[in-house]
């Protein structure tokens, strides 16, 4: 095709059909296969537009939609981190952000820019939208872990500390959310599937 934007654009999205083989740590509910990261992205954006009403502040949700689905898409470079690989998370953000430059670069300049803007303010956390979405990638994998009574929890051997600390964003965006989390948190301490540490937040 003649059409320079458009091919850029194409190439763009083959691109981020590769997502779908990013596979994560999270089993899927019913204690399915293991998700992968465009399935967590498009989960996250539907509990985006389903659970708005629990953010701390107002957001603009079309935006923060489009921010739960690109958020992961560096992972096609990057590979997927796991929450808890405290060896991983160490080369996690130099990683996502060669991979930021490279996949986002692949659009238009205006379009490129657009999304990796997203993308940075997502890391960032520090606007409405990038902290409800931030609670949204916390509370996403809390809710499937749950739903399959913890069994991940107990694969990786997790602490209560490991999840509280992975869940400090999560208030930040909505109490109400954090406050549910808490609770699931607190039943899979109960029922051992979360050893319940000294070192708890």
Not at 2 to 21: W, Y
Not at 52 to 80: P, Q, R, S, T
Request: proline share 1%.
């Amino acid at each position: 095709m003649e059409n320079e934007r458009l091919n850029k654009q194409i190439d763009f999205i083959l691109e981020a059909d590769k997502e779908k083989n990013i596979i994560r740590q999270t089993h899927l509910s019913g204690n399915g296969r293991r998700e992968n990261d465009a399935e967590h992205a498009w989960h996250m954006a539907i509990m985006v537009y389903l659970l708005k009403e629990y953010a701390n502040e107002e957001f603009d949700v079309a935006k923060a939609m489009m921010m739960a689905l690109i958020h992961d898409i560096v992972e096609i470079d990057a590979g997927d981190t796991y929450a808890y690989d405290s060896k991983g998370l160490e080369t996690q953000k130099e990683r996502e952000e060669q991979a930021a430059e490279r996949i986002f670069g692949i659009l238009p300049d205006d379009q490129g820019k657009e999304l990796k803007s997203l993308f940075e303010e997502f890391e960032a956390s520090k606007t409405p939208e990038a902290r409800f979405v931030r609670a949204m990638d916390n509370f996403q994998p809390l809710l499937l872990n749950n739903s399959n009574d913890g069994s991940d929890w107990r694969e990786h051997e997790i602490g209560k500390s490991q999840v509280m600390k992975r869940h400090i964003n999560t208030k930040s965006g909505s109490n109400i959310i954090w406050e549910c989390a808490k609770k699931i948190i607190d039943k899979h301490v109960r029922n051992g599937n979360i050893k319940d540490d000294a070192d708890s937040l």
